[in-house]
């Protein structure tokens, strides 16, 4: 003991791994141009969908969320559906025009998630999303 000529050297280590699942839902709105006109803040939700272990669902507000919209915006939302508290996620929320007049857009706001980081979903109900999606 106390010999350092006899001392052998170990060598650690430690690794985290944090697991991510992928998923996607289509939300289809058939006759969205008759959703138009509906007022801020009546919304047409989809179903329930599940991806991670927590249910979820998609909010879509054709003239806006809130009042102060006055209805030039459309909002979209994702809440979690599920219970569950501290829920990390990142998002895509995209928006198609299929109407087939030649109009065809797409609206996706990812690129801005993955500059902030995953959003923690608090508790059910919580929503993540954009007031003025376009």
Known sequence: MGNSENESSSTTSSKSVNETVNGSHRFTIKGYSL???MGPGKCISSDVFTVGGYDWAIYFYPDGKNPEDSSVYVSVFIALASEGTDVRALFELTLVD?????KH??????DRALESGPYTLKYRGSMWGYKRFF
């Open 98 to 102: 299929q109407s087939g007049k030649g």
């Open 35 to 37: 959703a138009k006109g």
């Open 105 to 110: 857009k797409v609206h996706s706001h990812f």
